[in-house]
């Protein structure tokens, strides 16, 4: 029996482009206060590191996070949609989890697959080559921890905003 996700590309997503593994650095503000030369070194010049454990807590995302409706999390890069979260479960467990294992912990139900696929190795990535985390099956099903500072990019409106 096939296992529907995660969804899983070749290794080629990652080859190297201008910018590292991504044709462009990450957007510039990032949301949360998420340190953006942490970004471009984890999202685009690295394949098997993280953001120390608990970096998420130390940012602006508790603070600033909507507690009563799921939150779509961008593409630091390119700014595409990628997860959206709580999806199927109250932002109390999201949080619960996530604080457990140390970055922002996803489930199936909450990736967004057009953009967001895993290697062999449990890497997850973007279709755009960026290092989102690692997908770390537990007894509840996949588990991708991911870097917050791989999705902190503003959502298309904000960035508009911000522009004028």
Not at 10 to 37: D, F, H, I, R, Y
Not at 91 to 118: M, Q
Request: glycine share 6%.
């Amino acid at each position: 029996m096939s296992q529907k996700y995660p969804l899983t590309c070749e290794e080629s997503v990652m080859s190297q482009k201008k910018n590292g593994t991504t044709a462009t650095p990450p957007v510039k503000p990032l949301l949360w206060g998420c340190n953006w030369e942490k970004a471009n070194e984890i999202c685009c010049f690295n394949r098997h590191y993280a953001e120390y454990s608990g970096y998420f807590l130390s940012t602006k995302w508790k603070d600033e996070v909507d507690k009563k409706n799921p939150t779509v999390y961008y593409d630091s890069v390119t700014g595409k949609p990628l997860f959206k979260a709580p999806v199927g479960r109250t932002f109390e467990a999201f949080l619960k989890e996530s604080i457990a294992h140390g970055w922002p912990s996803f489930r199936d139900e909450e990736v967004i697959w057009d953009d967001v696929r895993c290697l062999k190795n449990g890497e997850c990535v973007s279709l755009a080559g960026t290092h989102l985390g690692h997908n770390l099956p537990d007894k509840s099903g996949n588990r991708y921890c991911i870097n917050l500072v791989s999705v902190a990019a503003p959502p298309p409106a904000k960035k508009e905003e911000q522009k004028s």
